[in-house]
């Protein structure tokens, strides 16, 4: 389990966890309060989009807890990399393959976990030197059906599906040998952060780890 973002090291693979929240932020005054219950619900990793203008600094906000490894997500040029990195996130997650993203990651040992829909784009990370992905958006790609179809000619990658996950489908992606982490935007929705719904937060954490603890 990761205690501080200290125990990461850059060029590891990080330990996300079964259930991978995935944060619109919009006010970084209070991440704290989104921190604690993230944390009180039970997981340990959370990805910050960069889809508003407060993410950077909610990104600085979360990592400078060092309870929770933090992520930037939704990361489109190498650019916003390094200003995530910068402001602490410990990996970086885009929607599709970047090229430029993933370069700056290598050369500054960060994790890449970049955005795939396609046997080509899983080839194309793999040349990269990738073993992670995001397979995105995954409901509307075919869910967990689509997930087991990609990953039996590449057996060494690693799939974090993400898009249209709920609790219903959780255990069907980490039943499947391929998948150890899911994304999961609903449990910290823009409207329960909008409406300081931290203890529905809480209990959204709760209810994802326990659909995630049915997977066989």
């Known amino acids: 389990m990761v205690t501080s973002v200290n125990d990461v090291q850059h060029d590891e693979q990080p330990e996300l966890g ?3 929240p995935v944060v619109i932020p919009d006010d970084p005054r209070h991440a704290d309060a989104l921190g604690d219950a993230l944390v009180e619900g039970g997981v340990t990793a959370v990805e910050v989009t960069l889809r508003t203008p407060t993410a950077l600094d909610t990104i600085a906000a979360l990592a400078a807890r060092g309870d929770l490894l933090v992520g930037a997500g939704t990361v489109l040029r190498a650019e916003q990399a390094e200003e995530a990195v910068g402001r602490g996130a410990r990996f970086v997650v885009s929607p599709g393959f970047a090229p430029a993203v993933v370069r700056f990651c290598r050369d500054a040992d960060v994790p890449a976990v970049p955005g ?16 992670t992905v995001k397979f995105f ?20 990658v690693r799939f974090v599906p993400t898009g249209g996950v709920t609790p ?17 935007t609903w449990v910290v929705a823009p409207e329960l952060i909008a409406g300081r719904r931290w203890d529905e937060i809480v209990g959204r954490v709760r209810t994802a780890l326990a659909a995630a603890g049915r997977a066989s």
């Open 116 to 131: 795939v829909a396609t046997a080509t784009e899983i080839q194309t990370a793999l040349d990269a030197g990738l073993d």
């Open 168 to 184: 219903d489908v959780i255990a069907d992606y980490l039943a499947l040998p391929s998948v150890s982490t899911v994304g999961a």
């Open 18 to 20: 079964p259930i991978l």
């Open 137 to 156: 958006p995954a409901r509307q790609l075919g869910g967990p059906a689509m997930v087991q179809a990609l990953a039996a000619p590449f057996r060494d």
